[in-house]
């Protein structure tokens, strides 16, 4: 067996049974405590696997030195495809109707009384996204970090992105289940929904990795998507269907990702023809 497919094997050997167990005490306690663990089992298990099977190799990829244009593209692609297609569920729906003003109550409660939804939004954002940051890594680090390199090498960057999404959609599978993640829509349709769209998002998410050489990419990407989603849009989504257009588990959001991942892979065969080179060193 090769030290790739043995390296693949601990990783998710330990990641997915570890992951499991937390999503369970999530599940039945509902306490934040064991969200944040377990966000950083795949990260904690990634940067083990990284030493032990690829000491001194950096696979990682955790630098800041790139180009300046493969962070753009991080922090743009995912507010193109999450904020046109909510605004155009907001529009099909006529929803929100009060405007953002109604924000900062939605997220922060009582504390939220009588701030501008304005002011709100441009006073948040940046901590916000650093605390989104800081949840994204500890997946990131997993997945994009550690076993999308190993897969790529092992298996080519089709069949690497094919599985690296199929078991992160799997690994959220449990928290949908059990009806504490994205659990506004009709179970069967959100399930089948939920893994299309990470499929789709696999793709970009391996893409920016794979030409950044950097994991950062993928977490900033994942940061900006979790805080735009989850912070702000679904917050000011008072309609029950909204869900069903935009979203995670959105067809409208599905339709504007497909559309990006054909470009991504136009341009990613383009550049694989032009530089065979793995994200993972020799």
Not at 19 to 46: A, N, Q
Not at 92 to 104: A, C, E, I, Y
Request: positive net charge; contains cysteine; proline residues 5%.
């Amino acid at each position: 067996m090769s030290k790739e497919k043995k390296s693949l094997l601990v990783f998710y050997g330990i990641t997915l049974p570890a992951s499991l167990i937390f999503e369970l005490l999530y599940i039945f306690t509902k306490s934040d405590l064991f969200v944040s663990l377990l966000m950083w089992i795949p990260g904690i298990t990634g940067i083990v696997c990284s030493k032990v099977f690829f000491k001194n190799q950096g696979i990682l990829g955790f630098k800041f030195k790139i180009k300046p244009l493969y962070f753009i593209l991080s922090i743009c692609i995912p507010v193109i495809y999450l904020v046109l297609t909510y605004a155009l569920a907001w529009v099909v729906l006529k929803d929100p109707t009060t405007g953002t003003d109604t924000l900062p109550k939605a997220v922060l409660g009582e504390w939220g009384e009588g701030i501008h939804g304005g002011v709100y939004i441009a006073v948040s954002f940046i901590p916000l996204l650093i605390s989104s940051a800081l949840s994204a890594a500890g997946e990131e680090l997993g997945w994009r970090g550690f076993a999308y390199p190993v897969l790529e090498k092992e298996f080519g960057p089709v069949k690497a992105v094919i599985i690296n999404g199929f078991i992160w959609a799997l690994w959220h599978l449990p928290l949908i289940l059990g009806g504490v993640y994205q659990s506004n829509v009709n179970i069967v349709y959100g399930i089948i929904t939920f893994f299309v769209l990470v499929m789709l998002v696999t793709v970009i998410y391996c893409w920016l990795r794979s030409i950044s050489g950097s994991v950062i990419t993928a977490i900033l990407l994942h940061a900006v998507h979790n805080e735009l989603d989850q912070l702000y849009l679904q917050p000011l989504s008072s309609n029950e269907k909204v869900p069903y257009l935009a979203g995670e588990q959105g067809i409208f959001t599905i339709t504007v990702v497909a559309i990006i991942v054909i470009l991504v892979i136009v341009v990613w065969r383009k550049q694989k023809h032009l530089s065979n080179a793995s994200v993972l060193p020799d």
